[in-house]
């Protein structure tokens, strides 16, 4: 298909992923060259994944390489050891970014011959270690310190925290992956702006012609008032890819979606499940500006969007249930990233390991081991931590 297009209809189709495009002369005239051009993402392995992840990058993707994109994903493992996720224990991490392959092989993302790769940031630095980390070292060797730390939101943290030296270190090879896939398109969340921006300019340092192109995506709100965006950390802010349909019924219901007022809820409507499923059972949407003037007008009241939104994310959604249900290595992966996340989470508070896995080796089903922690926690909070023991 991507062969019978014009420059102009690619550009549309690559330019619509994007909330933020740097620069548009530089997509249109790489698209009117270059037949298959690189374009990068990459993910921390760092728990479930909600539909943010799973959805929205399906849905950009597979426009991708319908304009004849190849992608390719970055399974950020060494990074997300630098980042301390899973405690740092690399094996956890690895679990998790296997767990995120079956989630987008499941959902639909268009993974036909080459037009996507997964890379292992740990197996691919180490098969490059010489082409690589010298990059690194020049990007770090070039910029300050502060220019740096302003970057340090693409972990996930703020220039006022106390960071370790590997999270220093962390920008310059997030900034040296670009060049070391040698990427085209930067196609990430607007959180990675302040890095890609980097590349551009480091290209400039080093005198560099081809710049890599920045095309961010927006971040999808949270469910509640006031959340910029999902967090793993708030089950109440995300829809998990794997939830059941009940669990989505009631998070959609308790969504915060004030009458008349374009905010949560609907862009999540626009940008994921119109894009998805063109429809959702009220009657067919040709684009936003549909949506958004029923919705400003009050012909489309949140107690008819609320229910239709989640029939619709509900059938998304059904394929990874599915496949999580039916694949039992799926089914054990699952299970294996619930148990991470959970004693993680606990462990955090000081929690005895020792304790939880006394409680949890007699159990078999998912949801029973999921429900006996919960109690357990909950047990734990109410009395006061100090009362915890062996």
Same mark, same amino acid.
């Given at each position: ?6 420059a ?7 330019? /619509?992923?994007?909330?933020?495009? =740097? ?7 790489? @698209? ?13 392995? &760092?728990?479930? %994944?909600?539909?943010a ?12 390489? /319908? ?5 390719? #994903?970055? =399974? ?12 740092g ?7 998790v ?5 079956? =989630?987008?092989?499941?959902?639909g993302m ?9 890379l ?11 082409e ?18 302003r970057?340090?939101? #693409? ?13 220093? @270190? ?39 012609k ?20 999902? &967090?793993?950390?708030?089950? /109440? /802010? &995300?829809?998990? %890819?794997?939830?059941?349909e ?14 008349? =007022? ?9 940008s ?15 684009n936003f ?5 029923e ?13 239709? @939104?989640?029939?619709? @994310? ?12 039916n ?27 020792g ?27 109410? %009395? ?7």
């Amino acid at each position: 298909m991507a062969n019978r297009l014009s420059a102009e209809e690619r550009f549309r189709i690559v330019r /619509s992923v994007g909330e933020e495009c =740097i620069q548009e002369d530089e997509l249109f005239n790489l @698209l009117s060259k270059k037949p298959q051009p690189i374009c990068y993402d990459g993910f921390e392995p &760092s728990g479930r %994944m909600h539909i943010a992840q799973g959805v929205m990058k399906t849905i950009n993707v597979n426009k991708l390489t /319908s304009a004849g994109c190849k992608v390719k #994903i970055w =399974i950020a493992d060494w990074f997300a050891q630098l980042n301390n996720k899973m405690g740092g224990d690399l094996k956890k991490i690895q679990t998790v970014g296997r767990y995120l392959i079956e =989630i987008w092989k499941a959902v639909g993302m268009d993974l036909e011959g080459d037009k996507v790769e997964f890379l292992w940031s740990s197996e691919e630095i180490n098969s490059r270690a010489s082409e690589y980390w010298p990059l690194v070292m020049d990007i770090a060797r070039r910029n300050k310190l502060p220019r740096i730390m302003r970057c340090v939101q #693409i972990m996930g943290r703020s220039e006022q925290d106390e960071l370790t030296a590997a999270q220093i @270190l962390y920008p310059c090879m997030q900034c040296a992956d670009i060049f070391f896939l040698k990427a085209d398109i930067c196609q990430l969340g607007m959180d990675q702006r302040k890095v890609n921006v980097l590349a551009r300019e480091y290209c400039d340092d080093i005198k560099r012609k081809n710049k890599p192109i920045i095309l961010s995506h927006y971040m999808l709100p949270g469910l509640q008032q006031g959340q910029e965006k999902m &967090s793993k950390s708030d089950p /109440s /802010s &995300s829809i998990f %890819m794997e939830d059941e349909e009940a669990e989505v019924n009631v998070k959609i219901k308790k969504a915060y979606c004030p009458p008349k =007022i374009v905010d949560g809820i609907l862009v999540w409507t626009t940008s994921n499940v119109l894009s998805f499923l063109g429809l959702m059972n009220l009657r067919t949407f040709k684009n936003f500006e549909e949506v958004v003037a029923e919705y400003e007008s009050g012909e489309l009241h949140p107690g008819d969007l609320k229910p239709s @939104l989640a029939r619709a @994310l509900n059938k998304i959604l059904q394929p990874v249930r599915d496949h999580f249900k039916n694949d039992a290595d799926a089914k054990d992966l699952l299970k294996r990233v619930k148990e991470i996340g959970i004693y993680n989470n606990l462990a955090k508070l000081g929690v005895n390991w020792g304790r939880l896995r006394k409680i949890t080796d007699s159990m078999v089903a998912v949801n029973g081991y999921v429900m006996e922690i919960t109690k357990e926690y909950n047990r734990f909070n109410a %009395m006061g931590w100090e009362a915890f023991g062996d």
